[in-house]
């Protein structure tokens, strides 16, 4: 069958099938034909603007690093409400929270038997710092299990080392949890067996000498009492292999990372009101403040400049959408989902009213899947917006799997329905966390096409006359 035959049947299946859905089915379609006009051309002109590397560039150029609770985060968030201000949103303002404040501070760590050699690593969130500088022999394991078995005391004097594996690059990302334990809960068995110090190989798929940090976990609100190092891939690996040629290994290491005492944050809220029901609000997000070994263009300026970007660009169509669109910059994400936390207590008795919630935050590659988790009827609208999204290389995956993203998760467990548009992370975690997550690493075509999909799914689930309130 030639190609256009089959055009000519599939165009007369379709009006066959328009005409059942007018004979038989009288509802309405959950798109209008305005409303996918709309769409299209907000698809259009994400991809012809700007608008998002310039927010991105701006962010990480202006401002630069952004630790949680820092002064540069602060200086984050008045950028944010200038920013708010010279898109035309119509509320701009600072929801502000309290939070303690972990700083790196300097380290030196080196490797000092069987010989000498510099090591590249940086402290993991949370940690304690070295009281004086420490020289131990090391005890290596293999991996986080082996860790995990250890008997009480049994590392007294000694610096613990656990290995593992290099991140395997995926489109999903795919084994960060499992691979984040080592940095998460290493230091709780470490501590336990009398360790002097805990380092652990970085959480990352590159083969580059940087460090990834990250925050650690607290144990019942309890932080390391002991200096806590993650170390670059190919140093543990180099580690890994003396250890395999039954070398002693001795590090010296001196860190001054603390904690110290309660700061103000906070999260800046940049709202479009609704036209018909303001009072609902669909939130879209990303994180304003960053890790400070790089300037935090992928994790997350990029997050940033996307939802912003794409909400700017819904500004700019003649009608508000008939719900609110609330763009948040959360703070203090890195250090514990803080600016989240704060955001659902401060709303607790306004989260029914919050009818949709995802966040960008995993880098600046392409979307490639739209999944879900809303109401029944919501998840027929879901279908057809990912209909709307193909031609941007975007398929539908499942529906009831979408989390929203990392500062979503207080609003999912309380029930608000989410969304997320899933990114290649193919290499995010090259960049995750480490001094090499600068501007370049972003391609603005890429972020254009993320704006897209955001500006022109948020618009539709935003004016949408599907109810997209849980019942
Ligand atoms: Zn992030
Ligand atoms: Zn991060």
Known sequence: MSRLTTIAKHLAFGALMSACSFGVFAEAPPISDKQKKNAEA????????DLGFEIVESL???????????????RARDWGVKLGQKLGFDRVGIEEFTMPFWDRGHLHIAMTAPYQQPLYGTALGGAAPTKTQID???????DIHALTDIQDGALKGKIAFVDGD?????????????ANQRRRVGWQHAQRGGARA?????????????????MMSSDDGEWAEIPVIAISNPDADHLRRLHQL??????????????EGEVDSGNVILDLIGSEKPEEIVLIGGHLDSWDLGTGAVDDGAGIAITTAAAALIASLPERPKRTIRVVMFGAEEVGLLGAFAYAKQHENDLSNHVLATESDFGAQTIWQIVSNVNPEATALVDEIAKILSPLGIVRGGSDVAGGG???IPLAAKGVPTIRLNQNGHDYFDLHHTPDDTLDKIDPDELAQNIAAYAASIYLLADSAVELKKN
């Open 246 to 259: 039954g070398k002693t290994l001795s590090l010296s290491l001196h860190s001054e990372s603390k904690w």
């Open 136 to 142: 131990a022999d090391v005890v290596y394991f293999r």
């Open 406 to 408: 990392p500062d979503i």
């Open 42 to 49: 907000l698809i259009q002109k994400a991809l012809d603007s």
């Open 60 to 74: 990480t150029t202006e401002i630069g690093p952004r630790l949680g609770g820092s002064e540069a985060e602060k």
């Open 166 to 178: 290099a991140m395997v690059k995926s489109q999903t990302g795919a084994g960060y949890s499992q």
């Open 198 to 214: 805990l380092v652990v190989r970085s959480v990352g798929s590159d083969s580059h000498r940087f460090p990834h940090s990250g």
